[in-house]
Structures are given as C-alpha cells and as structure tokens.
C-alpha cells in the first residue's frame, strides 16, 4: 500500500509557474510508475504526466508539454511537477497517482486527494 500527499497548489496568474509535490509513505516507492493527472472544473479527470520508476522517462499530454516538467526523488519518495506558463486552462484539482504507469487511470493503484491549482487571467 502506498499513501500519497500531494501539496503546493494555490492561486496565480497566467504566465507564472508553479510547482507541486506528491510525498509517498508506506511500499518501497522506486517499485511504481508515477503520475500526475488533474479534473478540471466541471470536467473529467485526464492525465498530465507520467514518470517511470527510475525517472529515466517522462510521458506528457499534449497541452502541457514543452511548459510542464515532471521529475521524482526516490531516496525523499517525492514525486514533482513543475508547471511553467500556466494558463487558465490549467485551473484543476491535480493528483498524483501510484502503480504501472501509462497514461489511463486504470493502470494506478494508489491515489492522493489532490491539491487545487488556480490560474487567474
């Protein structure tokens, strides 16, 4: 089992950047795929980035690559995006996710309860 705790979010404007931070507790964290997803207003949750194991690959929706950057720490068990150029559009609750990998939420296990980001135009 692994406990996940997302933190940073908040309010800003549109161009600033923003880092968010997903700490595990609980199973060896190196052991699983991690990823970011979010649920904007009104919407359906949609994946944003997904990190394997090692870090070594990163996966990226199309409407935040080039501005957003996940990476992970394995020896703090944390697990980061950082989100640059923010735009309204990119006003959602987001979560990090534990398990294989990928970018369907089918193939995670382990979820946080997000943490709410908010661009202002």
């Known amino acids: 089992q692994v406990q996940l705790v997302e933190s940073g979010g908040g309010l800003v404007q549109a161009g600033d950047s923003l880092t968010l931070s997903c700490e595990a507790s609980?199973?060896?964290?190196?052991?699983?795929?991690m990823g970011w997803f979010r649920r904007p207003p009104g919407k359906d949750r949609e994946f944003v980035a997904a990190?394997?194991?090692?870090?070594?690959?990163?996966y990226y929706a199309d409407s935040v690559k080039d501005r957003f950057t996940a990476s992970r720490v394995n020896n703090r068990n944390t697990v980061y995006p950082q989100m640059n150029s923010l735009t309204p559009d990119d006003t959602a609750v987001y979560y990090c996710?534990?398990?294989?990998?990928?970018?369907?939420?089918?193939?995670?296990?382990?979820w946080g309860q997000g943490t709410q980001v908010t661009v202002s135009s």
């Open positions: 990190l394997t194991q090692s870090g070594g690959n990163a």
């Open positions: 996710a534990a398990g294989m990998g990928y970018t369907e939420e089918r193939y995670y296990d382990y």
């Open positions: 609980g199973d060896t964290f190196s052991n699983y795929a």
